[in-house]
């Protein structure tokens, strides 16, 4: 029997969005981190045009994003985060090898093929949440290996 993803619950939301919060303002307060920490202040240092979600935690907490909204923020700072596990793992290694290609031999900024990376992951995340089952990593890397032949 196929498995199904459901939504996470407010409080596990709530949660994950603590995480970045309390990462941000410990980064901005010169505060040691951990290293998931240095790796989410990181990713939020490169998306400025998120930076003004960090002023009010509440607010931060329990804003919910319509898709007419476009990205939720959160979401692309989550995927962020997982691409750049990705790359740091070689896992999916098209992931890997699509970076090399467009910044060695397409002189592509890293940033901007992330971004590449991201719009295949939300695509499958999308697509797993819209027919309720797992994300498929064998889609998820056929679709970066299109992006390779490209």
């Known amino acids: 029997m196929p498995s199904t993803t459901q939504q996470p619950s407010r409080e596990q939301l709530r949660a994950h969005r603590q995480i970045f919060w309390d990462a941000w303002q410990k980064a901005q307060a010169d505060l040691p981190l951990n290293a998931l920490e240095v790796r989410i202040a990181r990713v939020i240092a490169m998306h400025p045009e998120y930076h003004h979600f960090f002023d009010d935690m509440e607010d931060f907490l329990e804003r919910d994003f319509q898709l007419d909204d476009g990205m939720n923020p959160y979401l692309h700072l989550s995927l962020h985060l997982a691409i750049e596990e990705q790359l740091a793992t070689k896992h999916p290694p098209e992931a890997a090898k699509l970076m090399e290609l467009q910044m ?47």
């Not at 060695?104 to 089952?133: C, F």
């Not at 998820?140 to 299109?146: D, I, M, P």
């Open 104 to 150: 060695m031999t397409l002189k592509k900024d890293r940033h901007e093929v992330i971004h590449m990376i991201l719009e295949v992951l939300a695509e499958s995340v999308y697509e797993s949440q819209r027919t309720g089952k797992e994300l498929d990593p064998i889609a998820y890397a056929g679709q970066l290996r299109v992006l390779l032949q490209t």
